[in-house]
């Protein structure tokens, strides 16, 4: 069975990880994507020590309000008309202000006192180029919104907090510690700050201000290109599996699948796994991409080859190395979880692991762990 | 908003074109893996006019039950287990019978003589290796079959039916002719023969035999190399589309999102779309990806070139050649549909429509033309 199995005490662990790096910030847990793949519902009971979610369309704010969620939620693109600004108020979300349209919205109309839409997130562009202000528009910007009763989170995104040497992050570090002094003189001495996403919660712990915002590191994947997730104490909150569906022994020098991309050196005794792009694993994987084959009699992992192109609702698995292979029908089999870890499977499909979780199809069976 | 559109006379429309072209066999659609991406509710009732539809799971084969299919289910890879086999005949389904398991199944377990699953696709493997009998297998399986009161229907499936000049494929429908002959004259010259998925319909049509299973053309794809969608007189089933959210004036010399990837030569006039690989949309694209917006004003469309690395939740498009690009936000912006094609996004995306399609995840809202 295509099966997507959840464990929230993975993502307990690692939010747990997170605050432990982050002691005096608070933390804003970024559920956009359905939990980054992962399932909100499934997520958000894991998360009840964080200070908030992040989401990135109001309708992701609506579905976790409806889910119970009643602590901080931050739009992280903020209302997208003057309608979602009415009605992220009506819901007390907390937006992002990063262009001049949603500045007039928020002017013109101006929460209840009481209201978390009261706090706007404003985003002040320091280099990815995006969305936000440049230097002169987010101070104009933060006057009015003080003056009109808002309380102010100056924010802005890394565009390369994932390598530690990018000359970049200097200068994106550097133009947000200046802009939040000068906006906690020349405004109020209340802003706040949030800078981090989880690279930065890594690799910058200097600059965890106020708030910070982590995303994958809080599924166990490195957020950072020279630590694994292991090295990171990070656990996986997602294992991916499918089945053994049939065995076969292809002859040397017979192709294997579409457009016959693999081809037999020797005999090879092979799987069939009931698994392929359709449920979300990547079409183009490179040679050494392998899956693990749990034997059923002894529960034995075994790490095992994908051999050719990968199929909309099957992959071909090298189990010459498997003990006894004879015997393998209804194996379960790991895509991702410990082992491969979804960060190698990415790096297998010339991609991140983030991309991979969130286009997971509705196919596979979802359960927790 | 993120949008998926799907257009059911699109598909009644594809579905012609391939009676078209094999006006002497049945259809078998295939709607496998939520009927490509497009959602089998709102495809089922364009497929009126097929003689069966096609899964690849039985929770896939139920659900189109439940949705009120009382025609011909066919589950390409069969049964995974005995009790799948019961449930088959339950819901009178008609099954793939690929490998040894299956047959026993099968033989052990006779559904009565009325039923669907009366009916066996028995598989033959030509040359794909990836599921099927061999030659001594599959003549041994019909008259274990045919003798316990089953009727067969041969198949087998094509490794590279999308390139007309590849050598395999002669020597697959060759295998194929041979062998139903074999099977008509030891066996039953009642048995049947299924050869030919899109690709094939298209490249082989003297080959057609008694049932076709289109898949991808239904959808409006091209299902080979040498010809377009537009050439094939196809009509694209889905339009994906977002919305501007933002727009920027970005520096000469700034680069743009992560990693930053992409240099701006020049000032240049940008927006940013409300999309990302969070929905569906691939994370790598080649630097000549573009969308159409649509501009509000005039109802005109404009290709736009995708700026830098896509993101989970956005992208930041070229908006320099639309004339009024001052007032375009909330256009709306298509990520692909009439233009650009699918199959063009694929190309950009180092991959095929099948999987863009598939791995659509489930933020967008789905609504029907």
């Given amino acids: 069975m295509r099966t997507i199995t959840i464990k929230p005490t993975a993502i307990t662990h690692n939010l747990n990880q997170v605050k ?44 976790a309000r409806q889910l119970g969620w009643n602590k901080t939620i931050g739009l992280v693109e903020g209302a997208f008309t003057a309608d979602e600004w009415q009605q992220a108020i009506d819901h007390e979300v907390s937006c992002v202000i990063h262009h001049v349209p949603q500045l007039e919205w928020a002017l013109d109309n101006v929460p209840p006192a009481a209201s978390a839409t009261r706090v706007v997130w404003l985003k002040y562009n320091t280099g990815m180029n995006r969305l936000g202000f440049n230097a002169e528009g987010v101070i104009a910007a933060a006057k009015h919104l003080h003056a009109a009763g808002y309380q102010l989170i100056l924010t802005t995104h890394f565009a390369n907090a994932d390598d530690i040497t990018h000359p970049l992050n200097a200068v994106q570090i550097q133009r947000f510690k200046d802009m939040l002094a000068t906006l906690k003189e020349t405004v109020s001495n209340d802003v706040k700050g949030s800078l981090c996403n989880s690279a930065g919660v890594v690799n910058f712990s200097e600059h965890h201000y106020d708030w910070v915002r982590p995303g994958i590191i809080l599924y166990g994947s490195a957020p950072v290109i020279d630590k694994s997730a292991q090295e990171l104490d990070l656990q996986p909150a997602m294992s991916f599996s499918a089945q053994i569906i049939a065995l076969q022994t292809v002859s040397a020098n017979d192709a ?114």
Same sequence: chains 1, 2.
Avoid: F
């Avoid at 994507?33 to 997520?43: C, D, K, L, R, T």
């Avoid at 998360?47 to 609506?62: K, N, P, R, S, Y």
């Avoid at 050494?288 to 790490?303: C, G, Q």
């Fill in 256 to 369: 294997i699948g579409y457009s016959s991309r693999w081809i037999a050196q020797k005999d090879t005794e092979t799987a069939l796994v009931s698994i392929g792009y359709g449920d979300g694993y990547p079409r183009v994987v490179s040679e050494d991409a392998y899956v693990s084959v749990i034997d059923n009699t002894n529960n034995r992992s075994y790490p095992c080859a994908v051999l050719g192109r990968v199929a909309m609702d099957m992959i071909v698995i090298d189990v010459s190395a498997v003990p006894d292979n004879t015997s393998l029908l209804d194996s379960k089999v790991i895509l991702w979880g410990d082992a491969p870890h979804v960060d190698e499977v990415a790096a297998h499909a010339h991609t991140i692991s983030y991309e991979l979780l969130c286009r997971l199809s509705m196919r596979p069976k979802r359960v927790q762990a």
């Fill in 20 to 63: 432990k790096r982050a002691p005096h910030s608070k933390v804003l847990a970024m559920v956009k994507s359905n939990a980054y793949g992962h399932g909100v519902a499934a997520v958000l009971p894991a998360l009840t020590q964080a200070d908030g979610i992040g989401v990135a369309t109001l309708i992701e704010a609506l579905e």
